[in-house]
């Protein structure tokens, strides 16, 4: 078991930026690939970003390249999200996720993940 506790969303003006953090608890951290998810109300939720479970790689999506930047730091057993040039449209309840790094299927895919932070919320006004 995975204990995922997502935390650093908060109200920021268009343009601004936010960090979000992922703290895991329980098995072994450094084993799992990290995602980052989001649900804005009324859509369905939607991949961000993730990082190998070595951090020697990262997935975005196309919505958030450039502005996004995932991050681990396994030491800490927590995974970043530094959200830079936010928009109106980033607006949603941000979650964090854990799934064995031994998984060969998409880490787009939401189902894939075992485990889920309860999210948090970001908020981007114009």
């Known amino acids: 078991q995975v204990q995922l506790v997502d935390s650093g969303g908060g109200l920021v003006q268009a343009g601004g930026s936010l960090r979000l953090s992922c703290a895991a608890s329980g098995r072994t951290f450094n084993v799992y690939h990290m995602g980052w998810f989001r649900q804005a109300p009324g859509k369905e939720r939607e991949f961000v970003a993730a990082i190998r479970w070595s951090g020697g790689g990262t997935w975005y999506a196309d919505a958030v390249k450039g502005r996004f930047t995932i991050s681990r730091d396994n030491a800490k057993n927590t995974v970043y999200l530094q959200m830079n040039s936010l928009k109106p449209e980033d607006t949603a309840v941000y979650y964090c996720?854990?799934?064995?790094?031994?998984?060969?299927?998409?880490?787009?895919?939401?189902?894939?993940?075992?485990?889920w932070g309860q999210g948090t919320q970001v908020t981007v006004s114009s």
């Open positions: 996720a854990a799934r064995d790094s031994t998984f060969t299927s998409s880490v787009r895919i939401s189902t894939t993940y075992d485990y």
